[in-house]
């Protein structure tokens, strides 16, 4: 019902006071089998705040709903030695960094299936509580985010966080159709990203009159009430000026104000703004008609003490307010509200639910109340019908809705595969023209605007000569085009290669990185040592000899690694190959030497942080070990290895690759966004261990690499798909990046062809080497 006529000190819903087989489609997902765990983020019992009884409520109705689903609680707490319950599996100190961390690994060790944080800017450090971004970067699992508060006009710092949680989250919750529209229109949230599940409330029968009344002697009395903790953003002023009308027309009416003074305000003030509201209540002659109510209520009497009341008070002055536990809790006890305007009032008192005031004035309170008193059929139709609407947020209804979104978030990991059939070759030729296999693609269709690079025609001549006989004859073509690309980017006058060249077939560089280079150095030498066809081996093994002085140069660890395994498969067919042993010296030497500088106890790694093609440079020190018989440099290869491999395996054994965003960070890896070329070099990085050991651990880590590109991985979508031979670019937060490049593709192809030469042939592959080879070929 209309009746005619933040910058508030706790923002959003923290002012209230609540007691309390194989895939081979792209995207295609296994059937949900329900969420087994999931790590709940927010203020909890024994805290008092709107935000720990909310959190409390989701742990108690959802566990109750959801028997089966373990539920870890990660509680808040604003000082170090603020106690938290039992039910508790970590505390997070609000203001240390390293507290969110430790929770973020926590999470990642526990084996959840989805984290869901209950977000407030108030209740975590930082600024605008930027220190949750620490864990939110750190958790594997699928986020999901309740928005207690959602700001049409933020600060930057706000926008900041606020940005990043749409990024990272696959699911955002928002309590009101306003907040659903500000994250659209102001954030760019997806529509498909967003629930709208309103805030739960108790299922109580309707009683018109509490028989605690006549316990409390008030049963002839009119009573108005409003609850919550109390602050400047609860708009009290505005109701006690209010209260001399109505005291005029009901001398007896009382006004209880229940609820304590917010914590952080006690903290900071201590009682000097309630002292305030009394002096104003005594002022205007109506301190007799209050009572006050200086305490934290538990649930159940918190809502006896609303079925108490005539008329729910609720006068807040932000406008903006999106969520209000109070409000919710007081319409579903079927209590006649008179409400500021505010969002979540706007929204829940429609359709004559209450009384929605056209502003915060004083004058527009009194008015409304002094109608309800005066009318009590209205009155007690109103109650009915606020009773009737709070039937649509009883716990028991949101528990379910909040289970169906963590089962539509969460996925089983996909099947597996049993099967070795490989990917399409048409997935890759899809990306070629004349000229070579462009860079990239939108969605599954190449990208020219980016054009071509060396390094991306560098891998797809290695696939090539990765294929058995009549297949490579068949790509012939293909291969003489990768080769004509590399040829050409030689460039004479610096004695490098470039990389990058556009659409238009020209060069957009005179030489390309490092990196870049010991790529395609290792892709003549593969062809040299594995091309079919006896021209292209013999334009190979001329182009590595000619090109081969450049690593001399070389500094980048990368690109040292990518050189030693073309030396290495040079070596291959020519053993006395006097410009691929030199290689090999001296970058064994060097990576062992980086290695042993480097590592440190719980980081057996060759650098303090984790970049890409991470397990090619524990592979290149193994082949230099095997190649020049240095035992010292191949078991540190196998030990680098050995740890990456285990690093890479998250709590419930699937492949983790290191996550783009860890790049730099030191001592630490992020999961995302997780990259095919990871999971390709650790299959063949492996395949290379297995090969030179016999160790079925190798196996076993290849083929849990291998199987995250068919869905074995965090977010149980498979990338790769064996129809089209496409492979999309990698795991997101919210899922996939649809497209698919060639660097992707080929990842995808490569790790095939090790998985099919080296493991799916049969043992005799890693026993029986091809003459005067240390290892068997592999594709990578």
């Known amino acids: 019902m209309k009746f005619d006529r933040e910058d508030h000190f706790f923002p959003g819903h923290f002012d209230d006071q609540i007691a309390s087989p194989v895939k081979e489609s792209h995207l295609r997902r296994a059937p949900a089998a329900g969420a087994g765990r999931i790590a709940l983020i927010g203020c909890f019992r024994p805290r008092q ?110 926008r900041h966080v606020m940005d990043r949680l749409v990024s990272r989250a696959g699911k955002l919750v928002v309590m009101s159709d306003y907040g659903r529209m500000t994250l659209t229109d102001v954030y760019g ?37 409003t609850f919550g903790l109390i602050g400047p953003g609860k708009g009290l002023e505005a109701a006690i000026r209010a209260l001399p009308a109505i005291v005029a027309r009901y001398p007896r009416v009382l006004y209880r104000i229940v609820g304590a003074t917010h ?17 104003l209540a005594q002022s205007l002659g109506v301190a007799g008609n209050i009572a006050w109510e200086n305490r934290f209520l538990d649930t159940e009497e918190l809502l006896d003490q609303i079925e108490l009341c005539d008329i729910y008070v609720a006068p807040y002055p932000n406008l903006q307010q999106i969520t209000s536990g109070t409000l919710a809790y007081a319409v ?87 099967g070795q059939r490989g990917p399409a070759l048409a997935g890759v030729w899809a990306m070629c023209d004349d000229v070579g296999m462009l860079q990239h693609a939108v969605h599954m269709l190449p990208d020219r605007s980016h054009g071509y690079c060396i390094d991306d025609n560098a891998r797809a001549l290695m696939l090539v000569h990765s294929l058995p006989t009549r297949m490579q004859e068949e790509a012939a073509p293909r291969a003489r085009a990768f080769a004509g690309f590399i040829q050409h980017g030689w460039n004479p006058d610096v004695g490098a290669f470039r990389n990058f060249m556009g659409y238009d077939r020209r060069w957009l560089e005179e030489t390309g990185s490092e990196d870049s280079n010991g790529r395609t150095l290792w892709a003549l030498g593969h062809a040299s040592a594995h091309a079919r066809d006896a021209g292209m081996r013999e334009w190979a093994a001329g182009l590595f000899d000619r090109t081969a002085p450049m690593v001399r140069d070389f500094k980048s660890p990368r690109a040292i690694a990518f050189a030693v395994l073309g030396a290495d498969e040079r070596l291959d067919r020519d ?56 035992r010292p440099e191949e078991a540190a290869g196998l030990a680098a290895l050995d740890w990456l491999a285990t690093f890479q395996t998250a709590s419930r054994g699937h492949f983790r690759a290191v996550g783009s965003e860890s790049f730099d960070r030191e001592g ?87 998985m099919a030469g080296m493991f799916w042939r049969g043992e005799a592959v890693a026993a029986e080497p091809r003459q005067g080879s240390t290892v068997p070929a592999l594709a990578g």
């Open 49 to 158: 705040c709107g935000i720990a009884t909310f959190t409390a409520d989701i742990f108690d109705h959802l566990g109750a709903h959801s028997p089966h689903m373990e539920i870890d609680v990660y509680a808040m707490r604003s000082q170090p030695d603020q106690p938290v319950g039992a039910e508790v599996r970590q505390a997070i100190d609000e203001k240390s960094i390293d507290s969110y961390r430790d929770a973020a690994a926590a999470i990642n060790a526990s084996g959840a299936d989805a984290v869901w944080l209950q977000h407030e800017f108030g209740i975590f450090g930082g600024s605008a509580g930027d220190m949750i971004l620490e864990l939110v970067d750190r958790v594997a699992a699928p986020l999901i985010v309740t928005l207690h508060t959602v700001l049409a006009e933020p600060s930057p710092a706000q």
């Open 189 to 225: 949230a997806a529509p498909d990203q967003i629930a709208l599940i309103e805030h739960g409330t108790p299922d109580r029968p309707y009683k018109e009159v509490s028989a605690l009344r006549r316990t409390l002697g008030l049963a002839d009395r009119p009573i108005l009430s």
């Open 263 to 279: 914590p952080n305000l006690v903290a900071a003030e201590g009682e000097s703004y309630r002292d305030s509201l009394e002096r």
């Open 332 to 418: 579903a006890l079927g209590r006649a509200v008179v409400s500021t305007p505010f969002v979540h009032a706007r929204e829940l008192l429609a359709d004559d639910i209450g009384l929605l005031l056209p502003g915060t004035g004083s004058d527009a309170i009194s008015e409304a109340v002094l109608m309800l008193l005066a009318a009590p059929d209205e009155r007690r139709a109103v109650q009915h019908r606020a009773y009737a609407r709070g039937r649509r947020t009883a716990w028991g209804g949101i528990a379910r809705q909040c289970a169906a979104l963590i089962d539509d978030l969460v996925t089983a990991p996909e099947a597996t595969p049993t």
């Open 575 to 630: 053993p006395d190959n006097g410009l691929a042993r030199p290689i090999i010296e001296r970058g064994g030497a060097f990576l062992r030497a980086l290695w042993k500088s480097a590592r440190r106890p719980g980081w057996d790694w060759f650098e303090a942080s984790l970049a890409y093609d991470n397990a090619r440079l524990a592979e290149a020190l193994i082949r230099a070990g095997r190649r020049l018989s240095s």
């Open 668 to 754: 630490e890896a992020l999961p995302f966004d997780q990259q095919p070329l990871e999971a390709w070099a650790t299959v063949a990085a492996c395949g290379t261990a297995f090969a030179l050991t016999g160790q079925s651990v190798w196996r076993d880590h290849a083929e849990t690499a291998f199987a995250w590109f068919l869905g074995r991985n965090d977010r149980g979508v498979a990338l790769g798909d064996l129809s089209s031979g496409r492979c999309l670019d990698g795991l997101t937060p919210r899922g996939v990046n649809r497209n698919s490049g060639a660097e992707s593709i080929l990842a995808f192809h490569l790790a095939y062809r090790t």
